[in-house]
């Protein structure tokens, strides 16, 4: 479906400040492809999964000339004196800000002649706040983190050492920790490194919960099987991630992993909670909790244009992760304080 416009750029808000000349090249005709490709940049270091928006040639002839104009010599000293310190040291360059520019006046230039906002590089256009390419999404993420760490030490503090799960639990802690860190550190600045990062650690983290649960349902008695189960599941994150990283980074084939391994840590979960809803009266918490997170990972499937180029689909998920930490962990306090009773007495774990 074809584009034609020879209007003069506009961000959705009207123009837009910036320290660069115009980059606009004189426009006749814009068409969209049919046909989508991905395209990974490695020499770049930033992720660039190809989209409508950013296979329009208004786009693509925006930035060149943007680039020609203003990240070479004088133009380009200039811009690097006149960067806050903050953009410099998350790696925003001169051709990321032409970039950012030009994303603006493409959007502005789709919503002038009554189309849908377009993506770019497997993204929604975000307003950028200070060197945060997706405030809501880093915000969330960092409040997740937060949230973790703050039942971490409510744990620690209520919990004696002792308690046959208190160093798993603190393990599968310390890896969700660095999962939301580098959940927040993608948000601020989405690069192929920071990226990697981000779906290997929430990886790492379904994992973890996978050993974390067989450790409760059968390591307790059989050491022996939640140690063969953890090499298992070490040797599978092994492979997963060569693959991805030496073979193909497939999008689809990264979500069907996680989704299948997702699925059995939500089974096995579920089947402990039914076999102990009799014994054990904060059982439904835990069934509560994995019901819930991937019950709320269904939010992704609605995937709208940031509402105040702000708040997407992936933020509003995130954000409602938050108080899942605070009724996981009152489930994580509640049986670790329950075995460590039976232990005392002597009684069988179930």
Known sequence: ?????????????????????????????????????????????????????????????????????????????????????????????????????????????????????????????????????????????????????????????????QSPMYHTINAFSLVSLNAWLWSTVFHTRDTYLTEKMDYFCATAVILYSIYLCCVRTLGLRQPGVSSMVGALLILAFTSHVSYLTFVSFDYGYNMAANATIGMVNLLWWLCWCWQNRRTLPYWWKCGLVVLLLHGLALLELLDFPPLLWVLDAHAVWHLSTIPVHFLFYSFLIDDSLYLLNTEKMGVKVE
Do not use: I
């Open 1 to 161: 479906m074809p584009l034609s416009s020879c209007r003069a750029f506009v961000s959705p808000d009207g123009p837009r400040p910036t320290t660069m000349a115009s980059a606009l090249p004189r426009c006749t005709s814009v068409r969209l492809p049919a046909l989508a490709t991905v395209v990974l940049l490695l020499l770049s270091l930033t992720t660039v999964q190809s989209s409508q928006g950013d296979k329009e040639p208004v786009y693509r002839d925006c930035v060149k000339q943007c680039v020609r104009t203003n990240c070479t010599g004088a133009r380009l000293r200039g811009f690097q004196s006149t960067q806050p310190q903050y953009m410099a040291l998350t790696g925003w360059t001169c051709r990321d800000d032409c970039r950012y520019q030009c994303m603006w006046t493409t959007v502005g230039l789709y919503q002038a002649e009554g189309y849908r906002v377009p993506q770019f590089h497997g993204k929604w256009p975000f307003a950028r706040f200070l060197c945060f390419e997706e405030p809501a999404s880093a915000l969330a993420s960092l409040l997740n983190g937060l949230a973790c760490l703050l039942m971490l030490l409510r744990y620690r503090s209520t919990v004696p050492r």
